[in-house]
């Protein structure tokens, strides 16, 4: 949990809880998940150009034609993980950071592994000015997970992939949840993998446009 935080007093507050209110009404239904995003100040982590726009429930764009996603998947991203506080999480493509700032809320030891390094000191500024406490971002190719600190209760892709990278799939503890969008670069099915054993189970949630993941195990750039 977060040991120190902005708390609901910051001007943003109001439009926070309105699109915690439009999250509700489009389905998610985990409260930690929404309380999550109660908390977090997103306009710390978009651009000031789109700052107005950070409580909309809508992907912006962010740096090196990169997207914020859009809260809804993030949250039901988050929602498909079942997270209880407790679990080691391998984040890849932290891109703005914002989502890292959800899993720091609601799970235990993050780590993120983000492609392109501007992004990834950008995401590191923005989650200390929101005081989320500290997670560790690696600049790298994230289909290689983070072998160091493997194996991950839960791992969460947000960029698109034309399948599970298999590193990601050793680097899965038995029992753990996965969710990737798997797809063409046009258009993903976000795929819940669930590891029982060296058995793995996928259901698909919902359609979602994802920028593509770039590396050895995604698409070819
Ligand atoms: N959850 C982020 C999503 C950012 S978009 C947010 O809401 O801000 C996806 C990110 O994945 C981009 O920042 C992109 O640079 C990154 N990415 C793409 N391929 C990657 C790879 N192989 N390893 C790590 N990051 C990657």
Same mark, same amino acid.
């Given at each position: 949990m977060v040991a120190r935080r902005l708390g609901s007093a910051d001007s943003y507050g109001g439009y926070r809880s309105d699109l915690v209110d439009i999250l509700r009404e489009k389905g998610i239904r985990d409260l930690a998940v929404l309380r999550a995003v109660s908390m977090v100040p997103r306009h710390l982590f978009v651009p000031a150009a789109v700052r107005h726009r950070a409580y909309e429930d809508s992907a912006l764009p962010i740096a090196a034609g990169q997207t914020i996603s859009q809260p809804y998947v993030q949250a039901r991203s988050l929602e498909l993980l079942r997270l209880t506080g407790q679990e080691k999480v391998l984040e890849v493509g932290a891109g703005s950071g914002y989502q890292t700032a959800l899993l720091a809320e609601l799970a235990g030891p993050i780590f993120a592994v983000e492609r392109l390094a501007g992004l990834a000191q950008s995401a590191r500024e923005a989650l200390e000015a929101a005081l989320v406490r500290p997670v560790s971002i690696l600049v790298g190719? !994230?289909?290689? !997970?983070?072998? +160091?600190? +493997?194996?991950?209760d839960a791992i969460l892709v947000a960029a698109a992939s034309p399948e599970v990278p298999e590193p990601l799939l050793e680097q899965l503890a038995p029992g753990g949840r996965m969710v990737i969008p798997i797809g063409t670069h046009a258009v993903q099915e976000l795929t819940l993998v669930e590891r029982e054993g060296n058995t793995y189970r996928r259901t698909v949630a919902t359609d979602v446009r994802f920028v593509p993941l770039l590396g050895e195990f995604g698409f070819r750039s």
């Open positions: 190719d !994230g289909t290689l !997970g983070w072998r +160091a600190y +493997a194996p991950f």
